[in-house]
């Protein structure tokens, strides 16, 4: 049973444009939520993250959005630049000393 | 700031032969580690966790094991390779105090 779920495989945005990246999750303990992105043969980088007592938090050309009551986050990257193509993975965690949950990724392409 | 190494980068191995994988974190103490694998065009899955010297967690029932010699040292082995090993492993650090995990550059595995 896939707890986080990004549903969409791939994405393609134009340069400059708003790119709007979906995860859902179905476990009602996780608590605190990631943005990884990743580029191939490398590990993850985090980006982003935001914990459930809030419902936005922004770095940047980075947004982070949180529906607790759709189990929903998104995040947003505006403007959308040629580097941010990459994968980005959605994570979630139920607090104490365990793993991360990932979604299985979305490949963004800003295209020019 | 932490930084999280891991050798080697690739590693080509045959079936039944043995695996070591190591990683090592800088600039941080007592963190908790993590091993991770990402098979081809799937999503991050948690193999391992410590959250001290000598102390492991499995996730999942499988041919690999993981030790903690030391307090900024994780290393994944295997006494016989199966072709399923093949993937892409990462190591991650959450220092003490943080909730986010941080990742090293990855080793892919391929066993033949």
């Known amino acids: 049973d896939q707890q986080v779920k990004q549903n969409s495989p791939s994405l393609s945005v134009q340069e400059g444009r708003i790119s709007i990246l979906n995860c859902d999750y179905t476990?009602?303990?996780?608590?605190?939520f990631l943005w990884y992105k990743k580029y191939p043969a490398e590990g993850p980088t985090f980006l982003i993250s935001?914990?459930?007592?809030?419902d936005k938090n922004e770095d940047g050309r980075f947004t982070v959005f949180l529906n607790k009551s759709a189990k929903h986050l998104s995040l947003h990257i505006v403007p959308s630049q040629p580097g941010d193509s990459a994968v980005y993975f959605c994570?979630?965690?139920?607090?104490?000393?365990?793993?991360?949950?990932f979604g299985k990724g979305t490949h963004l392409i800003i295209q020019p | 700031s932490q930084t999280i190494h891991q050798w080697p980068a690739t590693l080509v191995q045959p079936v039944g032969s043995p695996l070591s994988l190591e990683c090592t974190v800088e600039?941080?103490?007592?963190?908790?580690l993590y091993w991770y694998r990402q098979a081809a065009g799937r999503g991050l899955q948690l193999l391992f966790y410590?959250?001290?010297?000598?102390?492991i967690s499995s996730e999942v029932p499988q041919n690999l094991s993981a030790s903690r010699p030391q307090d900024r040292q994780f290393i994944l082995s295997s006494k016989k390779l199966l072709l399923s090993d093949s993937g892409f492993y990462l190591c991650?650090?959450?220092?003490?105090?943080?909730?986010?995990?941080?990742f090293g550059p990855g080793t892919r595995l391929t066993v033949l």
């Open positions: 991650a650090s959450r220092p003490g105090a943080m909730d986010t995990q941080y």
């Open positions: 935001i914990s459930s007592i809030k």
């Open positions: 410590s959250v001290g010297i000598g102390q």
């Open positions: 476990n009602s303990m996780f608590d605190y």
């Open positions: 994570a979630a965690s139920a607090g104490g000393a365990d793993g991360l949950t």
């Open positions: 600039g941080t103490s007592n963190p908790n």
